[in-house]
């Protein structure tokens, strides 16, 4: 390959909640002695950005002067032709994009413009705790609509749930999450349209959550929310970010993409309420040198080494733990593990296997955050080498520990 995927970072010390907030009370515990952590909780990468990020940050350091300043047509333009190129968008212009501070503040922001606080928003379980922590905070009220898993262990939405809960609810705004997080599932075309359909049928306004949209797994395509009808185009708030395709969370920059000229003058009037959502000049290079050349390189190589990853995971998973079972991620770089059956088998909680993958390094995450009963959530985008290594500890010290 041509970039590092395989060096592994010592991120200690560097600003890192996964490693530096390990046994601080709301973190996985820390080790214990003679082991070191494993990553696996926080949604973050543990692979170095694309060179072409850095250089652009550098590059503008040189300047010395940091003031006030619009965004450049660049930066509009790298998104247009981001979008064009992995994602098949047309008509993209410009005054449709507007910038965020983050993917949660947008989705704050859209949800007051299409409802009020008190009102019912429907949202997919399991549910991303972002999402349940920001609408509860925020006033509003949730909604599930539980995705089930088919006869292949498939997770799909189940309409007719959808279709109650929104008539019966009187709902008429929805987060859509695409690829869905916890679960991975990158939805195909026919079940957005039906989605879609059901939100017109009920005239239901969209706030799409996109920012995994990038980390597509071998053999599945991202498609668009917007993209599916002349409905979804108009009634839809898209939300993108480089920061999880390219590990800039910690830098802070995402967009909107709002073709409807009245949804987005009222959304940009909502975000500026607080005067606090505004661009970071230093984001903005980040952004345009994520979006080079090099850039689309580096994320079809992150793509292949996260399939990878699960590839190894899945294969493990079904070999050498019984009792656990996940469904094959199609996007994102997150697995949502459940243990249910182990834990019957061996009369324990799931505190207590967390606890256990916890004192050898094994940070992984408390999935009834997400809404799992009996799920971990574990982040697999670090090098193979570590991702085998904790597998190795799951192994000895937790699913088959004598």
């Avoid at 070191?36 to 694309?50: C, E, G, L, R, S």
């Avoid at 509860?136 to 088919?150: A, E, W």
């Avoid at 006869?151 to 809960?165: L, P, S, T, Y």
């Avoid at 000049?281 to 990853?309: F, H, Q, R």
């Amino acid at each position: 390959m041509k970039y590092d995927f395989t060096s592994i970072m010592d991120r200690q010390g560097k600003d890192a909640i996964a490693i530096d907030s390990l046994g601080t009370g709301w973190a996985p515990g820390a080790p214990k002695e003679g082991f070191d952590a494993i990553p696996m909780w926080v949604a973050d990468m543990n692979f170095p950005t694309v060179p072409t990020v850095c250089e652009a940050i550098a590059e503008r350091v040189k300047h010395p002067a940091f003031g006030y300043f619009e965004p450049r047509a660049e930066y509009f333009d790298s998104i247009i032709a981001w979008q064009e190129k992995r994602n098949g968008v047309t008509g993209l212009r410009p005054e449709h994009i507007g910038y965020e501070n983050g993917v949660l503040g947008g989705v704050l922001s859209a949800l007051g413009t299409f409802c009020s606080r008190g009102d019912q928003v429907l949202v997919h379980s399991p549910t991303y705790m972002g999402f349940t922590h920001a609408l509860h905070n925020n006033g509003y009220d949730i909604v599930h609509s539980p995705l089930k898993q088919d006869e292949n262990g498939v997770w799909r939405m189940d309409f007719e749930d959808m279709e109650a809960k929104l008539r019966d609810n009187h709902i008429h705004a929805a987060i859509f999450c695409s690829p869905h997080n916890p679960t991975g599932r990158v939805w195909e075309r026919w079940e957005i349209e039906a989605a879609m359909a059901l939100y017109e049928k009920y005239d239901v306004y969209v706030v799409s959550d996109e920012i995994w949209s990038d980390i597509i797994l071998a053999g599945n395509k991202h498609i668009p929310t917007q993209s599916v009808s002349d409905y979804a185009r108009n009634h839809t708030a898209a939300f993108y970010a480089p920061s999880k395709t390219f590990n800039l969370a910690g830098l802070i920059g995402s967009y909107h993409i709002i073709y409807n000229d009245r949804l987005r003058h009222r959304l940009e009037k909502e975000s500026s309420l607080s005067h606090y959502n505004s661009m970071n000049v230093l984001s903005m290079y980040a952004l345009i040198g994520a979006y080079k050349p090099e850039g689309y390189e580096w994320v079809d190589e992150l793509c292949e080494v996260i399939t990878g990853n699960v590839d190894f995971a899945m294969d493990y998973i079904k070999a050498n733990f019984p009792g656990v079972t996940a469904a094959r991620p199609q996007g994102t770089y997150m697995v949502f593990l459940d243990v249910g059956d182990w834990m019957a088998e061996h009369n324990a909680t799931l505190q207590e296997v967390l606890q256990k993958g916890w004192d050898v390094g094994v940070a992984w995450q408390d999935g009834t955050q997400h809404g799992g009963t009996t799920h971990i959530r574990l982040n697999l985008a670090l090098p193979l080498s570590r991702v085998q290594e904790a597998f190795r500890r799951m192994d000895r010290y937790v699913f088959n520990a004598k």
